[in-house]
C-alpha cells in the first residue's frame, strides 16, 4: 500500500466480517464522501483483493456495470411491488366493501326482525277468545287406543284470490278448517283413536317470498302469523273433547323466512311462533301438550306407539325424499320410520328405504298467480293418519275441500 493510501481516514478501510464485493460496492459509493480518487479506490481494492493489480479503468468500469444493472433492477423491482401493492389494495377495497354490504344486510334484517316482533308483541297482547268450530252431534266412541295424527300442512293465511281455478280468502280458509274439525272428529269416534298428535307441516302463513304474493296477500305479515295461530288455536279447542292426549309438534316453512332466501337462517322462520301462541292459550289444558323445537336444525321428531315408531317431520322445502336425500336425514336425525312433510301442495303416499312418506296438501288449492305460472295444480285438501295400538301405520285419510 503506497504512503499517500496508508494516510487515509480509517473508514476507507475494510471492516472486520466485511466481504469483497461490499467493501468494493461501498468505496465507490461513497467515493466522493471520502474525499477518494478512482485511482485511490483502486489502490485501496488491489491492496485487499489478492489479485494481480488492475488499472483504475478496470475498477470502475465494473462499477459502472453494477450501477446499470441495479438501476435495471430496481426500477423493475418497484414496479412489480406497485403492481402487487395496487393489487393488494384492490383486493382489500372489495373485502371492505363486501364487508360493508353484508353488515348492512345484517342491521337492515336486525331491524326488520325487531320492528316485526315488536309489532307481535302488540298484536298478541290483545286478548281474544278463542273461535271453536260448532261442534256436530256427538257419536260414542269405539274402543281402541290407537293415535290419530292430523296434518295441518300449507295454510298460507293472508293470501286471497278469486279466478276459475278456485277461491281463497282467510274466511274460506276457516270454513274448510271448520270441516277438517269435523272430520277429524268423526275419524276419532270411528276408529276408538284415543290420542292425536297434530303435525304442522310449515307455510302455515303466506308470506312475503314471491313478488305475485306481495301483491296478493291482503292481510299484513304481523296479522297472518296472528290470524294463523288463532285458526289453529281454533282447531285445537275444536276436538280437544275428543281425545285425552293431543300432542303437537311444528316447523317453519319457506313462506315464513322473514329474510332473503340466501340470508335466511332456520332459526326464524315466522312458523315457529305459533307454537308460543298456542302455548299461552292452552296454559293449564291438561290434555294438550304443545312441544317446544329446536327450529335451527330444520325439523322435528317424535315417537308414536308402545314400540316407538319414529316420525319426522320437515316442510319439505329441504328434502326431495330421494334415497340419497333420506339416508342424509337419518343420519341426522337418526333411523325414522316415518316422515311427515307438505310444501307440494298434494296428497300424497309412498314408501323408500322402508320408510312410509306421508305429504300433507294445500288448504287453498293452486290458484294463486305463482301457482298459475308455473302450472302448478292442486285439489285443496289437508291429510290424517291412523296408527293402530303398537304404533305402526294403518290407514290415510286426504280430506278435500
Same mark, same amino acid.
Given at each position: ?40 479506490? !483502486? ?22 456495470? #453494477?450501477?446499470?444493472?441495479?438501476? #435495471? ?43 316485526? #316482533? ?15 268450530? !260448532? ?109 285425552? *292426549? ?13 329474510? *332473503? ?41 317424535? #315417537? ?98
Amino acid at each position: 500500500m503506497t504512503a499517500g493510501i496508508a494516510a487515509l481516514s480509517p473508514s476507507v478501510q475494510r471492516m472486520p466480517g466485511e466481504d469483497f464485493t461490499s467493501y468494493f460496492l461501498r468505496l465507490f459509493d461513497n467515493r466522493l464522501t471520502y474525499g477518494l480518487t478512482c485511482s485511490q479506490v !483502486a489502490d485501496l481494492l488491489n491492496a485487499e483483493s489478492g489479485q494481480p493489480e488492475y488499472s483504475e479503468s478496470k475498477w470502475r468500469k465494473d462499477y459502472k456495470l #453494477y450501477v446499470r444493472a441495479r438501476n #435495471y433492477f430496481r426500477t423493475h423491482d418497484c414496479g412489480r411491488m406497485l403492481a402487487d401493492q395496487t393489487k393488494a389494495l384492490e383486493k382489500a377495497r372489495i373485502q371492505l366493501s363486501d364487508e360493508r354490504a353484508a353488515f348492512n344486510r345484517l342491521i337492515r334484517s336486525e331491524a326488520r326482525k325487531d320492528a316485526l #316482533y315488536d309489532e307481535l308483541r302488540a298484536a298478541f297482547a290483545e286478548t281474544h277468545e278463542i273461535r271453536v268450530p !260448532a261442534p256436530s252431534a256427538v257419536l260414542e266412541h269405539t274402543a281402541g287406543s290407537g293415535t290419530l295424527m292430523a296434518v295441518l300442512s300449507d295454510w298460507h293465511i293472508g293470501i286471497e284470490f278469486a279466478n276459475g281455478v278456485g277461491d281463497y280468502n282467510p274466511e274460506i280458509a276457516w270454513n274448510r278448517i271448520c270441516r277438517y274439525v269435523e272430520a277429524v272428529r268423526q275419524k276419532a269416534r270411528l276408529l276408538g283413536a284415543r290420542r292425536c298428535v297434530v303435525a304442522m307441516a310449515g307455510d302455515m302463513i303466506s308470506g312475503i317470498i314471491h313478488t305475485t304474493i306481495r301483491v296478493e296477500n291482503r292481510q299484513r305479515l304481523i296479522a297472518q302469523i296472528k290470524t294463523a295461530s288463532e285458526y289453529v288455536a281454533g282447531f285445537l279447542a275444536g276436538i280437544e273433547e275428543c281425545f285425552d *292426549e293431543i300432542d303437537v309438534y311444528g316447523v317453519g316453512g319457506n313462506h315464513s323466512r322473514v329474510s *332473503e332466501k340466501d340470508d335466511a337462517m332456520l332459526g326464524e322462520m315466522l312458523d315457529d311462533i305459533i307454537p308460543f301462541y298456542l302455548s299461552a292459550k292452552f296454559d293449564g289444558h291438561l290434555n294438550i301438550r304443545i312441544h317446544s323445537t329446536e327450529p335451527t336444525v330444520g325439523f322435528e321428531s317424535f #315417537y308414536i306407539g308402545d314400540t316407538k315408531t319414529h316420525v319426522v317431520l320437515a316442510h319439505g322445502d329441504y328434502d326431495d325424499l330421494s334415497e340419497k336425500n333420506i339416508g342424509q336425514l337419518m343420519r341426522l336425525a337418526g333411523d325414522f320410520d316415518v316422515a311427515v312433510v307438505g310444501h307440494l301442495h298434494e296428497c300424497a303416499y309412498f314408501d323408500k328405504l322402508g320408510v312410509h312418506i306421508i305429504r300433507g296438501g294445500c288448504l287453498c288449492g293452486s290458484g294463486d298467480e305463482y301457482c298459475l305460472k308455473k302450472r302448478l295444480s292442486g285439489q285443496p285438501s289437508q291429510i290424517m293418519a291412523y296408527f293402530g295400538d303398537s304404533g305402526e301405520l294403518e290407514a290415510l285419510f286426504p280430506i278435500y275441500f
